[in-house]
């Protein structure tokens, strides 16, 4: 990287002080979070370039992650299901509708019929928002049902249901 305080203090800007860039975004907070909570990332977008991929990109809202924390995410339906009934303990189920084996209706059908799961609070992400697609998720029993590009829809529906979940307890 080429440039003033990017990697390393520079002479040619005598009246900067403060760390380089690269040292600040790796130490520095960006916003004051409770560390003293569970973690917790709000998802505000799924990056998936194709359909072997699906990555989750967010702010973390509280709590912290460190070197050997565990940080479970399932990559289908089935694997979450395995997940959400292995006795760990979930503030809310995010998931996509449009999954290969069993979509996110079938997935959220599943998760009501399973007596020990049914109150869980499960929020649908699809690129599907026809008022028909919508109807389905509230028959199948989703909380919230957020367009996938609609990220602060997204971040309400969230700390919503999880605020649902912490007044529940």
Request: hydrophobic letters at 40%.
């Amino acid at each position: 990287l080429n440039g003033d305080n990017i990697t390393e203090s520079s002479a040619a800007t005598p009246w900067y002080a403060g760390p380089p860039l690269l040292q600040y975004l790796e130490e520095g907070d960006v916003a004051p979070r409770r560390r003293d909570a569970r973690f917790r990332m709000a998802v505000q977008y799924v990056n998936r370039p194709s359909h072997d991929f699906r990555g989750y990109c967010g702010r973390i809202a509280s709590g912290d992650l460190k070197v050997g924390d565990r940080v479970r995410v399932a990559t289908n339906a089935q694997e979450g299901l395995v997940a959400l009934r292995s006795g760990q303990e979930f503030d809310a189920v995010l998931t996509d509708i449009e999954m290969p084996d069993m979509n996110g209706f079938e997935f959220a059908e599943t998760i009501r019929a399973d007596q020990r799961l049914n109150a869980m609070p499960i929020i649908a992400l699809s690129s599907m928002i026809s008022p028909a697609a919508i109807e389905r998720g509230r028959q199948a029993g989703f909380h919230d049902y957020v367009a996938k590009f609609d990220r602060p829809g997204l971040i309400a529906a969230l700390k919503e249901q999880t605020a649902e979940v912490e007044r529940a307890a």
